[in-house]
């Protein structure tokens, strides 16, 4: 079975950087649409970053220039680079995958409906 486990949470202040990782097992990364989705006190899940099987990626527009989503094929890995974070950066952060080489264009507002499979996520709490 499918299963992607997050790392490289804490708590850092504000302007600051953060390295997540989510191993996958049972499911090849490179093979796949994959992305990263927040969810903070209060609000609902909504979508972070995405990347493309074969190329490319999308970002949600409160982190553009911020954050930077990549995998590593061998490590089987998928990575979000957080820099400059800001108090309402502060969510649990989770890895998620798509059972398709393709994403779906609906990934930020229907984060639940467009990823097939889901980490427990790992927490990010920026101070001020």
């Known amino acids: 079975q499918v299963q992607l486990v997050e790392s490289g949470g804490g708590s850092v202040q504000t302007g600051g950087s953060l390295r997540l990782s989510c191993a996958a097992s049972?499911?090849?990364?490179?093979?796949?649409?994959m992305g990263w989705f927040r969810q903070a006190p209060g609000k609902e899940r909504e979508g972070v970053a995405i990347?493309?099987?074969?190329?490319?990626?999308v970002y949600a527009d409160s982190v553009k220039g911020r954050f930077t989503i990549s995998r590593d094929n061998a490590k089987n890995t998928l990575y979000l680079q957080m820099n400059s974070l800001k108090p309402e950066d502060t969510a649990m952060y989770y890895c998620?995958?798509?059972?398709?080489?393709?994403?779906?264009?609906?990934?930020?507002?229907?984060?639940?409906?467009?990823?097939?499979?889901w980490g427990k996520g790992t927490l990010v709490t920026i101070s001020s």
């Open positions: 990347i493309y099987s074969i190329s490319g990626t």
């Open positions: 049972g499911y090849t990364v490179s093979n796949h649409c």
């Open positions: 998620a995958a798509r059972n398709s080489l393709f994403c779906d264009g609906r990934w930020y507002i229907s984060p639940n409906s467009a990823m097939d499979y």
